[in-house]
């Protein structure tokens, strides 16, 4: 008897964890299954244990510190469901953990940009969210929804944040003047060898090379001149930094005078009184950011998660602590001034302004480029 009723619960876990019955009917069937057979549900321990947390994981510093301060505690303050957490410095690192893992082992991730969602689409990563259970996503902008909602018309995650990817430099040594003269090309500039910094990875390298080649992003056509101006500035710079922590470090001892970065970790150096400015040049790369909710997760905490951090003020008290607009419409939700006064803050709420990468072209070279910019970042 005990056999078949630890078998009857597994399946009732696991039509739990593919969405098929909610969080309160599964207990309540768990518990009756247990007890007709005359058992206790220590019979259950991994069904139960899947609804006592949610894991996340996220970017660790400013960021993660801001959304387990105003999201994360008051949550599990409300609910008793436990936020356990990870941190990864780049989103590949993460991608390739859960593409190696058992389904529900990872669970919610910041993950970052459409051309993300696409990977974890390609990879049969991704779940189906039943939208009814987040509420709140009527204050969220519908052009950041959109091109999820191409990708999968049942979304598997919910634009959270965005911002730009833009240029920081150290105003003792660059003025804004010429800043603004040289733009994406002051990261190629032999003036500053040595005291340059830029983003490990390929994404980020490929975009501003095709800037400084005067080519679209987007629709690269001489990838070999990509590939030249990747080659010239990796022989400029002090250090490729891989997480958002080690840019501020950088920046904030002078180690570096001029990088690519966050446009939320180079707010947070302004607010710290640092003397770094920051700069979008025309079609700077913009990413926008969600709460990724994996295959085999428990759907229902982890969308009753994302409902609660969704909420505005939770959205708004998270977005100035990590000082990264939220996806809340600022047409329908009154924002503060600080988010106001944001890098990369779009107060009409069409997104319009911003570039972003398009996922279907970025994810038919991806393999190709990633492999070359290994080999370039290696000296090669």
């Not at 039509?15 to 518990?31: C, T």
């Not at 920051?278 to 229902?300: F, N, R, V």
Request: with cysteine.
């Amino acid at each position: 008897m005990k056999l078949t009723t630890t078998k009857r619960l597994e399946r009732l876990h696991e039509r739990y964890m593919n969405g098929g019955i909610d969080r309160r009917s599964f207990l309540g069937l768990a518990a009756a299954a247990a007890a007709a057979a005359g058992v206790g549900l220590r019979w259950a321990p991994p069904a139960l244990a899947a609804v006592q947390e949610v894991r996340f994981d996220g970017w660790g510093g400013v960021v993660q510190e801001a959304i387990d301060k105003y999201a994360f505690q008051p949550y599990t303050a409300k609910t008793g469901i436990k936020v356990v957490q990870g941190t990864f410095g780049d989103e590949s690192e993460i991608l390739t953990k859960v593409k190696t893992a058992n389904p529900g082992e990872f669970q919610v991730i910041h993950s970052s940009g459409v051309e993300y969602y696409k990977r974890y689409v390609d990879g049969g990563l991704v779940s189906e969210i039943n939208e009814a259970n987040i509420p709140n996503m009527q204050y969220v902008m519908p052009a950041m929804i959109e091109p999820f909602r191409k990708m999968t018309p049942k979304l598997s995650g919910i634009p959270y944040d965005y911002g730009t990817t833009g240029i920081a430099y150290n105003t003792k040594v660059i003025s804004e003047a010429e800043a603004k003269e040289k733009g994406a090309m002051l990261l190629v500039d032999p003036k500053y060898q040595g005291k340059i910094g830029g983003y490990g990875d390929m994404v980020t390298r490929v975009w501003y090379a095709a800037l400084q080649t005067g080519q679209d992003p987007n629709n690269v056509t001489d990838i070999e001149a990509v590939w030249a101006k990747i080659r010239e500035q990796r022989d400029m710079v002090k250090k490729y930094w891989s997480s958002g922590a080690e840019l501020m470090d950088l920046l904030s001892k002078e180690e570096i005078v001029v990088t690519d970065g966050w446009s939320g970790r180079i707010a947070a150096l302004q607010q710290q009184g640092a003397p770094i400015a920051y700069l979008d040049p025309p079609k700077s790369y913009a990413w926008m950011e969600d709460m990724l909710i994996l295959k085999g997760s428990p759907m229902q905490e982890c969308e009753e998660l994302v409902n609660f951090m969704l909420a505005p003020e939770t959205a708004i008290a998270v977005a100035e602590g990590q000082n990264y607009p939220p996806s809340l419409d600022p047409t329908k939700v009154k924002l503060t001034e600080k988010i106001m006064k944001l890098p990369a803050f779009d107060p009409t709420g069409t997104m319009q302004s911003l570039t972003f990468a398009d996922p279907e072209y970025w994810s038919s070279n991806l393999d190709a480029w990633t492999k070359q910019w290994d080999r370039i970042s290696k000296g090669g």
